[in-house]
């Protein structure tokens, strides 16, 4: 009789500590049931179990260009002088005694002259003249125009020292930031970007931005090489920045190393996202319980929910079922996007485990008990 109450006893201590413990279990996170039943929640969400045609619709082509704006400038007119450009000057006179070399025939070198602020250079015994806009042939004739009635059958030659009036910006992830000069090997933006080094990352990871005056172009580096169109012209006072992709995702719940990770190429599928991460803890994860969790756009939401009108961003859950040869498939199929978050749930067996592991001080000193009572 004693010894029944006593069992009594311990199996009321069982169920107690039970119903304590699977209240305060601690987890990583919230259970399959809990998300799949999208409880009631300050913040609503989406539950959308991956498909074939939901891959379809989620997966968007982020293949990216530059604008009409960019496209359709033309060339710099490097032929022409401009502000800031340096020139090298040289006259032959045919005069025993010339103007500009009194000791005898032969060319004369006039100090370099740089084009000002108003587009002019300055010539010995010629005064002022307008360099910006000019080719080396127009400029070139009139210096000699203007010096046919100083000395006798004049003949110039203007060589471009320093073209300083057209430069590009590059920054960046580049083997050589700095100004450049838009030369005439370095009209376009891949040449350019060789004149300072190359890049020094992966292309698959690098974005590049172009900036002119107001105006701001982006694209991928990958796209600029396969997309010869991509290649435009460049402007002086062009900047052209090479950046890292800075896209990252975050993976939580039963994988081996939880993390948040910079995107290691410009595609990139949840299989691979999770092999990167080490993929799901054997001993723990569920994997008929795989999330990914991403704000949608209203027109991808409107995509999947038709009739239902959406028009802000979508909170969405997918739900992936890797136990399944066509989940694995879905898997490596669905793009992840920036900021997305996979999260593992933990399988059932392993909060059976803990709900144990806490019980069994509850139990050990009930069997104590029951040994005192005996004595």
């Not at 340096?86 to 100090?111: F, H, K, M, R």
């Not at 991403?294 to 409107?302: G, H, K, P, Q």
């Amino acid at each position: 009789m004693q010894g029944s109450k006593t069992l009594i006893r311990l199996c009321i201590l069982f169920f107690a500590g039970l119903a304590v413990t699977a209240c305060g279990l601690p987890r990583s996170g919230p259970y399959y049931e809990e998300l799949a039943e999208q409880a009631p929640s300050d913040i609503p969400f989406e539950i959308v179990p991956l498909t074939a045609n939901v891959t379809q619709m989620a997966n968007l082509d982020e293949t990216s260009g530059f604008s009409v704006t960019f496209l359709e400038a033309g060339p710099e007119a490097i032929t022409r002088g401009a502000r800031g450009d340096v020139l090298a000057i040289t006259v032959w006179e045919n005069a025993d005694e010339g103007l500009l070399n009194p000791a005898g025939i032969g060319p004369s070198q006039l100090p370099q002259s740089k084009v000002d602020e108003t587009g002019r250079i300055f010539v010995p015994y010629v005064g002022l003249i307008r360099a910006a806009g000019r080719s080396i042939g127009d400029l070139r004739e009139v210096i000699r125009s203007r010096l046919a009635g100083k000395t006798v059958d004049p003949q110039v030659d203007v060589f471009p020292v320093e073209n300083l009036g057209r430069q590009v910006s590059i920054q960046g992830v580049v083997g050589a930031p700095g100004l450049y000069p838009i030369e005439k090997h370095t009209t376009h933006i891949l040449p350019m970007m060789a004149r300072a080094g190359g890049v020094a990352l992966d292309p698959e990871v690098v974005r590049l931005k172009l900036r002119r005056g107001r105006i701001q172009g982006e694209i991928w580096l990958t796209d600029l090489y396969d997309v010869p169109e991509n290649d435009v012209h460049l402007r002086n006072g062009d900047a052209i920045i090479a950046e890292r992709d800075r896209r990252l995702f975050t993976a939580l719940g039963s994988v081996a190393s939880p993390s948040t990770i910079q995107f290691p190429s410009r595609d990139m599928s949840v299989v691979q996202a999770l092999g990167i991460v080490g993929g799901l803890r054997d001993d723990t994860a569920d994997p008929t319980g795989v999330f990914l969790f991403r704000e949608e756009t209203a027109d991808v939401a409107r995509r999947m929910f038709p009739g239902r009108e959406f028009e802000d961003m979508v909170k969405m859950a997918y739900i992936i079922d890797l136990t399944q040869p066509s989940g694995l498939f879905l898997a490596r199929d669905f793009k992840m996007r920036d900021r997305d978050t996979i999260y593992v749930t933990t399988a059932p067996f392993v909060r059976w485990l803990k709900i144990l592991q806490a019980i069994s001080p509850i139990i050990s000193f009930g069997g104590s008990a029951r040994t005192i009572s005996g004595l």
